[in-house]
Nanobody, 124 residues
Framework: HVQLVESGGGSVEAGGALRLSCEVS????????MGWFRQGPGREREGVAQ???????TYGDFAKGRFRISKDNAKNTLYLEMNSLKPEDTAMYYC???????????????????RGQGTQVTVS
């Protein structure tokens, strides 16, 4: 049974930082594409960052220079470090796994076959 469980969300002031974690169970994720997505109030879902098994990383334009995706294969855990947070970063953040591809082919959540329940990030 595959589970993705996010944690680390919360409320911070603008300019602050948070580190999100996504613990994966039921599947070894080191050979697959993993990503973070978000959906803010009244906004479309958007890709935050994704990382392939080869270490290739893609960031959404808004995330470049402020966010960093990483993973600990030994802990089967994906991370998202977020710095210089802005009110427009307020959203539910989701971890997702594409257990059919080693390389990330698309930056669309619909192409991922598992996702977590999300963790809320609120920036004021």
């Amino acid at each position: 049974h595959v589970q993705l469980v996010e944690s680390g969300g919360g409320s911070v002031e603008a300019g602050g930082a948070l580190r999100l974690s996504c613990e994966v169970s039921g599947y070894r994720f080191d050979s697959y594409c993993m990503g973070w997505f978000r959906q803010g109030p009244g906004r479309e879902r958007e890709g935050v960052a994704q990382i392939g098994s080869d270490g290739t990383i893609t960031y959404g334009d808004f995330a470049k220079g402020r966010f960093r995706i990483s993973k600990d294969n030994a802990k089967n855990t994906l991370y998202l470090e977020m710095n210089s947070l802005k009110p427009e970063d307020t959203a539910m953040y989701y971890c997702a796994a594409d257990f059919t591809h080693a390389i990330c082919n698309s930056f669309e959540l619909a192409t991922y076959n598992y996702r977590g329940q999300g963790t809320q990030v609120t920036v004021s």
